[in-house]
């Protein structure tokens, strides 16, 4: 069972940066596939950053340039750092792992195994 946990999230005013961090349980976590995701509140959840062992990541329009995924594999963690953040960008963000290889596309699906229990992201304009 690997175990997932989120933290760094917070209220921001709109144009400031917040680093979101994630912490993964498991020997493996080099190969692992990650991904970040949000939920606003009446929305779907939305994929908006993804990594496989490929260490290409991957973005969806609505992120793109402003949002940036890395991984530190001696410490086991996942970061999600956010620059130029918008209103639209308040929501619960989760990080989530796989021990599959997948391909990106498959990861901003959100088609992993282990979930986070999420950590609040406010922006305020």
């Known amino acids: 069972q690997v175990q997932v946990a989120e933290s760094g999230g917070g209220s921001v005013q709109a144009g400031g940066s917040l680093r979101l961090s994630c912490t993964v349980s498991g020997s493996r976590f080099i190969e692992y596939s990650l991904g970040w995701f949000r939920q606003a509140p009446g929305k779907e959840r939305e994929g908006v950053a993804a990594?496989?062992?490929?260490?290409?990541?991957s973005y969806p329009e609505s992120v793109r340039g402003r949002f940036t995924i890395s991984r530190d594999n001696d410490k086991r963690t996942l970061y999600l750092q956010m620059n130029s953040l918008r209103p639209e960008d308040t929501g619960m963000y989760y990080c989530?792992?796989?021990?599959?290889?997948?391909?990106?596309?498959?990861?901003?699906?959100?088609?992993?195994?282990?979930w986070g229990q999420g950590t609040q992201v406010t922006v305020s304009s």
């Open positions: 990594l496989n062992d490929d260490n290409m990541p």
């Open positions: 989530a792992v796989d021990e599959r290889w997948l391909m990106t596309k498959t990861i901003l699906r959100g088609e992993l195994t282990y």
